[in-house]
Structures are given as structure tokens and as C-alpha cells.
């Protein structure tokens, strides 16, 4: 199933490599480069799915979340955080947000794939 997927990170470097595994794979990738622009971006184009960083300036990706979850367009919108915050509480915090799935920095290819396919 062909998806399109919406990456949210403020690193040039994690959007550049996460939307070639996702083309790779036969999606489309969507991006933003923000928190803020991402809810935007995910309000206008209706996503699939949306991999999500934790640590952007102005409006983190939790914050975001909330933003998404508490929106009737795109509260179900499914969210996986692709994040360098590895801590337990993190990854529960994550979860009581409403998150799909959690995948810690540094990633390979196969593991976001796997979230895709789940």
C-alpha cells in the first residue's frame, strides 16, 4: 500500500535521509522542517502517516503532537517519533500522546520501514 508519509525534523540532514527510505520504498514524501509547519503542512495535505523529530526549536515534536491529536482533521493521522531522545519516559510520554511507534537516533532503513508496514 502506497502511503504518503509527512517527515516533520528541523535537520536538513534527518529529512534528506528519512524521505529516501520513504521514496525508496514507493511512498511519497512530504516535509517540514518545523513543528509548526508541519501541523500546517499535515492540515493542507492529509498525510497518512507522519514521521515526527522530538527536538525542533519553537515547538517540540510532543508539543506538535498534542497540536495534531486535538485537531479533528488530523487527529487520526498516525504519528511515529524518529527521535535522539531515547529515555524510557520519553518513549512512554510518546506513547500517551498517542504515538504509533518510536524509533530512536541513529536508525536504519529497515526499522523505519518496518513502522511504515505496520
Not at 498525510?47 to 503532537?65: Q, R, Y
Amino acid at each position: 500500500m502506497l502511503r504518503r508519509v509527512l517527515i516533520i525534523d528541523d535537520a536538513l540532514a534527518d529529512r534528506t535521509n528519512l524521505e529516501r527510505i520513504v521514496t525508496s520504498a514507493g511512498h511519497t514524501a512530504l516535509l517540514a522542517d518545523s513543528g509548526a509547519s508541519g501541523i500546517e503542512r499535515a492540515r493542507r495535505d492529509k498525510p497518512d502517516l507522519i514521521l515526527m523529530d522530538v527536538n525542533m526549536p519553537e515547538m517540540d515534536g510532543f508539543a506538535a503532537t498534542r497540536k495534531l491529536k486535538a485537531d479533528d482533521a488530523t487527529k487520526n493521522i498516525p504519528v511515529i517519533f524518529v527521535t535522539g531522545k531515547n529515555q524510557k519516559a520519553d518513549m512512554a510520554w510518546g506513547q500517551m500522546l498517542g504515538a504509533k511507534g518510536y524509533v530512536t537516533k541513529p536508525y536504519s532503513a529497515e526499522q523505519i520501514l518496518a513502522q511504515l508496514n505496520a
